[in-house]
């Protein structure tokens, strides 16, 4: 892959999830680690990114703030093997016969394949998940009320959906575009009204984020942590992070 190609990649991935490790740079564009870390200080040099240990983190304030600018098929490719890995994990918190609300996202889609053994009631925002859902097994899908945004297949509105008071939720998933001390933070206001409301109603709220969604603030903030029963995750956070989880009782488990 030529170095223009591999820089547009990377900034690609930057605006999905605003830290880009140079692992997965590395991944992604198929180069050495010598030639990601050539490409980091091009695009620095060229104000594009800032360069942290262990990777870069976009400069563009407008990054990742836009619910489709990315296709859902181009998200599912950023950390796939880590996404599996948390979304095996957490089927293991679901049982036969409850009520589930699956959000939006790229790991929430691949824990919905993990699903379609079990008799469920899904409940979901998302046109992908419901359609992963439907194609095997008996689970009776309900989608939340909206207009569906067509490259990220996601199924948006402005008001708060009574599809999530009318049918009481057992175990909540949300995604996140990030998390830190001060809670989960996501994207874009039409997603994050459905999203407070889940937290607040579901009787156990587990949030599927992988490491690079660590210490990263969205655009606006869905809940805090107090609100999360449970993190499944890819790596221990650590520092701040790991000490406000801790403080405000949320379970971490790491999906090796």
Known sequence: ??????????LTALARTQFLEMRDAMELTGASEATTRRDFAELESAGAVSRYRGGVRGTNEKAGNTLGSEPLAGRRAIREEAKHRIAERAALQVREGDTVFIDAGSTTLALAGRLNSLRLRIVTNSFAVARECLGVGEAEVILTGGSIDRRS??????????????????????GAQGVDTTGVWNSDERLTRLERAVARLASRCVLLADRSKFDVRGTIRVCGLDQID?????AAPTGELADRLASEGVNVEVAL
């Open 153 to 174: 297949e996601v199924i948006v509105s402005y008001g708060e959906s009574s599809v999530v008071s009318d049918y009481p939720v057992d175990i909540a998933f949300l």
């Open 1 to 10: 892959m030529v170095g223009e190609k591999r820089r547009h990649v990377i």
């Open 230 to 234: 449970r993190l499944v995750t890819d």
